[in-house]
């Protein structure tokens, strides 16, 4: 008996000396301070556990790399080999800090030439992906966050395979954690017929850690680096046949021209990045014709660069707003200097629109999102509840000539955490096409009024408080 006192003793001494490490392993990150007040609390207050989630998903890991500058560089020099001199294609008066900033933090050039067409269903967008995937004559470029063994699923697999046995070259990136659902042999047989199969940070149980934590949440295909699909669509069924509460809807794109070089250079450097294969011959950067008058800029951003790209442009683009701001998201959990962004943009007379889903399919997520309304709706925002289904469209409008969609949603696992593209659109036309859109799914909505807002139970508001405690993790 006291032998075992003794082990208990030692268990705890050992714990704790641990936990405390820990906790100044995380403040000594200098981390967001509101990340590690809330990593402290669960050290704190779930033993082990807190020890469990950290091991998983606490590692910060912007100091690391997943390719050098140089080869980085060295990728990104033939995409911006397809550009035009920023001079002459002259983006509009507004826009050009906006333009610069980006290109600056990380060479995100901007290509005229190109052409947008939307889909904000899965019909149509898989109808018309399966038809340029059958035209393929030398390559394709495929990467999903969520790749599913269902219907969508083998029919893109079989097309995949068919085109390999008509020599085209075809190269598949999935994610590892957002697949798992899909069983390994189903990527092991497309292996086998030809597909160039890539799983991105390949998760092995002895070697876990915070792989789980940081996913490539991009969904890009390019077909013989002349036709791009980027969006906010993965590989499943349910973009189809929606949920058992209503429709899926969702906003994807379709790029021809210029900007396709972009598309192809994101891939290309994921690809190099998890399977160390150089690609970068002119057979993937065509000379592109202009197909459009669209200007565009990819940018990338993930949790191992210096600066989070995707957020700083959004945060640029709505201080600059003079007339509207548009936001569809699946998830609002916003960073500190978002949501002032968008409290000061309405209260200086801005017609800011939010749009959510009423249901979510993420149940934390989505009590934490609704912590962050209030604030919002104090501000003069007109929040919007889509009623026909899941909204997990990302898309964003600001007056009437700048257009934001992609992979990225509006929280802070979309900003820090997660690989994310999104194409920063300047063009009126495409603007206007895009409103349309939001004003269609207006019509499917309620408009949250305060006074409704602020009679929900108690119990409502405390259980949003407590996950908003946690929404730097989320």
């Given at each position: 008996?006291?032998a075992?006192n003794?082990?208990?003793l030692?268990?705890q001494i050992?714990?704790v000396a ?8 995380v403040i000594s990150e200098?981390r ?5 007040i809330?990593w402290?609390?669960i050290?704190?207050?779930?033993p082990?556990?807190?020890?469990i989630?950290y ?10 790399r997943?390719i ?8 990104n ?8 001199l920023?001079?002459?294609l ?7 800090g906006?333009v610069n900033?980006?290109n ?9 030439g190109?052409?947008?067409?939307f ?16 035209k ?6 495929i ?10 699923g083998?029919?893109t697999?079989?097309i995949?395979v068919?085109k ?11 994610d590892d ?10 990527f092991?047989?497309?292996q ?7 799983p ?13 934590n940081y996913?490539?949440h ?5 077909i013989?680096?002349k036709v ?8 499943a069924d349910?973009?189809?046949?929606g949920v058992k509460f209503?429709i ?5 794109i379709?790029?021809?021209?210029k900007a396709?070089a ?6 290309l ?8 294969e150089?690609?970068?011959?002119d057979?993937?950067?065509p ?5 459009g008058e669209n200007?565009?800029q990819l940018v990338?951003?993930g949790?191992?660069?210096r ?9 640029q683009?709505i201080?600059?707003a003079k007339?509207s701001v548009?936001?569809?998201?699946p998830?609002?959990?916003?960073t500190?200097s ?8 309405a209260?200086?007379?801005v ?5 959510l889903?009423r ?12 912590s ?5 709706l104090?501000a003069?925002v007109?929040v919007y ?8 469209s990302?898309l964003m409008t600001?007056?009437?000539s ?9 929280d802070i696992?979309?900003?820090e955490?997660?690989?994310e593209?999104?194409?920063?659109i300047?063009?009126?036309?495409t603007?206007?096409?895009a ?27 405390f ?5 908003r405690l946690?929404?730097?993790?989320l």
């Amino acid at each position: 008996m006291e032998a075992a006192n003794h082990l208990i003793l030692i268990f705890q001494i050992l714990y704790v000396a641990t936990a405390l490490g820990t906790m100044i392993v995380v403040i000594s990150e200098n981390r967001n301070p509101l990340k590690t007040i809330s990593w402290v609390l669960i050290l704190l207050l779930l033993p082990l556990v807190g020890l469990i989630i950290y091991y998983f998903f606490g590692e910060d890991s912007r100091k690391q790399r997943l390719i050098s500058n140089k080869m980085y560089k060295k990728l990104n020099r033939r995409s911006i080999g397809r550009k035009e001199l920023l001079e002459t294609l002259n983006p509009p008066n507004e826009y050009k800090g906006l333009v610069n900033l980006l290109n600056r933090l990380k060479s995100s050039p901007l290509y005229g030439g190109s052409s947008v067409k939307f889909y904000s269903d899965g019909v149509s967008k898989f109808e018309d992906l399966f038809a340029h995937l059958e035209k393929a004559e030398k390559h394709i470029h495929i990467q999903y966050y969520i790749f599913l063994d269902d219907e969508v699923g083998r029919k893109t697999r079989d097309i995949l395979v068919r085109k390999v046995s008509e020599g085209v070259e075809v190269r598949l990136i999935y994610d590892d954690v957002g697949s798992w659902k899909a069983k390994r042999d189903f990527f092991k047989n497309m292996q086998a017929r030809g597909v160039e199969v890539q799983p991105f940070l390949k998760v092995a149980f002895k070697i876990l850690t915070s792989r789980v934590n940081y996913r490539n949440h991009r969904k890009i295909v390019v077909i013989d680096g002349k036709v791009g699909f980027v969006g906010g669509m993965n590989i499943a069924d349910r973009y189809i046949q929606g949920v058992k509460f209503g429709i899926w809807r969702d906003s994807h794109i379709k790029i021809e021209g210029k900007a396709v070089a972009g598309l192809q250079t994101s891939f290309l450097i994921d690809w190099y990045s998890s399977r160390k294969e150089f690609l970068a011959s002119d057979t993937y950067y065509p000379i592109l014709e202009s197909k459009g008058e669209n200007m565009i800029q990819l940018v990338t951003s993930g949790p191992v660069g210096r600066y989070k790209d995707i957020h700083l442009g959004i945060l640029q683009a709505i201080s600059n707003a003079k007339e509207s701001v548009y936001i569809q998201t699946p998830y609002f959990i916003p960073t500190d200097s978002l949501l002032q962004a968008i409290q000061m943009a309405a209260m200086r007379g801005v017609d800011v629109r939010l749009m959510l889903p009423r249901h979510s399919d993420t149940t934390f997520v989505h009590i934490a999102t609704m912590s962050f309304l209030k604030e919002v709706l104090d501000a003069k925002v007109n929040v919007y509840f889509f009623e026909a289904g899941f909204l997990h469209s990302k898309l964003m409008t600001i007056d009437s000539s700048l257009t934001i969609t992609g992979s990225a949603n509006m929280d802070i696992r979309s900003f820090e955490h997660n690989f994310e593209i999104d194409a920063f659109i300047y063009n009126e036309e495409t603007c206007r096409k895009a409103q349309e859109t939001f004003f269609e799914d207006m019509e499917r909505s309620t408009l949250l009024l305060v006074e409704e807002w602020d009679k929900r139970p108690r119990f409502s508001k405390f259980k949003e408080s407590v996950m908003r405690l946690f929404s730097p993790l989320l």
